[in-house]
């Protein structure tokens, strides 16, 4: 194995051995049982504050859907960062939260009419639009003080997640867009593009930035207007079981290029995954095992039904440690399946697991499950949503990475 992914699973078993170690978490451990989702919301702010600094001419709204928790909004609110919201649910959450709406953008391309209205009720401004039919819903209950922005598609195939597989248009039609909405007395006050969640290529930040700044200016010169907000969307990637360009080197290469944009536009951004997916380490316990023909399995107490969904819905690699194994490797030890609680035989969470013999009632645990984890879980087979217990005196690990002078 490469020495840098041997380096950040070290760090991943290190970041897990201090949070089992803690008062906190053996407490909620033995309030909740297995499986718990442990939440740091320390490290929620920690990243937020790597955010500020790397592009500190930014205006960040965090993307809700990725982890609704309330004690994540809390500690973003507190901080003063912006929301993303997608949907009706989304926004009665921030009310309930004390968020005041000029924090909150409404960045779903696609959206119910009723959903707009109470949006507007709510007192959200900022929507995002990618087609004509999206835009004339605007007509009726707009308003004068209504920013719409025009979601571009870049695509990126070996991104996490291509997003723009399912929204956004192409920069000709945005132009036929623009003067729709010109036509229609609508404001289109800048664009938007999200160039694919857990993308690891610092280039293709640049080259939808390059691309939509241009577009920008053409349609200036051509149309005689002025745009005001830029927004860049989310994307940034997180080390699961592989080192990624983390987001000051991401940072470092776009900042050149955003660092002009910022004087003539407003520049906003929606990240998700590497706000919260480090905030959060799972503990399950192994409920069976099975030697089969194809080896040992594991059967846990949580699966890809419930907080593992990320590995169906992002494709995530979740590094699976056994507990006895975090201060020092135990003997013996084999390869072995990791298999979810529900009947179904997809329901497996990794292979080729490098662990010591486990028995019934080991604790399992995983590190960074904080980002599209519950929020996707399910209630198959009639199993319970993942309990989430909030750790309030834990400070995060120093960062092995130097930030950005
Ligand atoms: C419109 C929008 N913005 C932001 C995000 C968050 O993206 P990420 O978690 O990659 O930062 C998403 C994720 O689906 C999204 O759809």
């Known amino acids: 194995m490469d020495d840098t992914v041997t380096t950040l699973i070290d760090r991943r078993r290190d970041e897990c051995a201090a949070v089992m170690q803690t008062d906190d978490a053996r407490a909620a451990i033995a309030l909740h049982g297995t499986p718990v989702l442990l939440l740091n919301p320390s490290i929620v702010v920690r990243q937020y504050a790597r955010l500020r600094q790397a592009l500190p001419f930014a205006r960040f709204h965090y993307a809700v859907k990725v982890c609704a928790h309330p004690a994540v909004i809390a500690a973003l609110a507190e901080e003063g960062c912006g929301f993303d919201v997608a949907s009706g649910e989304e926004i009665s959450q921030l009310e309930r939260q004390g968020v005041a709406p000029h924090r909150v953008i409404h960045t779903h391309p696609i959206k119910k009419p009723v959903e707009i209205r109470e949006a507007l009720t709510a007192g959200i401004r900022t929507f995002v639009v990618d087609n004509e039919i999206e835009l004339e819903k605007f007509c009726r209950d707009g308003g004068s003080d209504l920013r719409l922005l025009v979601r571009l598609a870049y695509r990126s195939p070996h991104a996490g997640s291509d997003l723009s597989s399912k929204f956004g248009v192409s920069a000709a039609r945005a132009e036929a867009l623009v003067a729709r909405a010109d036509a229609l007395g609508l404001d289109v006050a800048g664009f938007s593009f999200h160039v694919g969640s857990q993308l690891d290529d610092p280039a293709r930040f640049a080259a939808a930035i390059r691309d939509t700044a241009a577009l920008m200016s053409r349609l200036e010169r051509a149309r005689g207007r002025r745009f005001t907000v830029l927004d860049i969307g989310g994307g940034f990637p997180i080390a699961y079981d592989r080192p990624v360009a983390d987001l000051e080197e991401i940072a470092q290469v776009i900042r050149p290029i955003l660092d002009p944009l910022a ?32 080896g040992r399995w594991y059967y846990l107490d949580d699966g890809l039904y419930g907080s593992y969904s990320n590995v169906l819905t992002e494709g995530v690699h979740p590094l699976v440690f056994a507990e006895r194994d975090l201060t020092a490797l135990v003997e013996p030890r084999r390869r072995a399946t990791l ?58 690990l120093a960062r092995a990475t130097p930030s950005l002078a």
Do not use: W
């Open 339 to 396: 298999a979810g609680p529900t009947c179904d035989s997809a329901d497996v969470i990794a292979r080729e697991c490098d662990l010591p013999d486990l028995r019934v009632g080991d604790l399992v645990v995983s590190p960074v499950m904080g980002a599209y984890t519950s929020v996707t879980a399910t209630r198959f087979n009639g199993r319970p949503f993942t309990p989430v217990a909030v750790l309030t005196r834990v400070r995060p």
């Open 263 to 294: 004087e003539r536009y407003e520049i906003l951004a929606e990240p998700g995954r590497v706000l919260v997916a480090e905030s959060a380490v799972l503990v399950t316990s192994v409920d069976g095992v099975a030697d089969r023909p194809d």
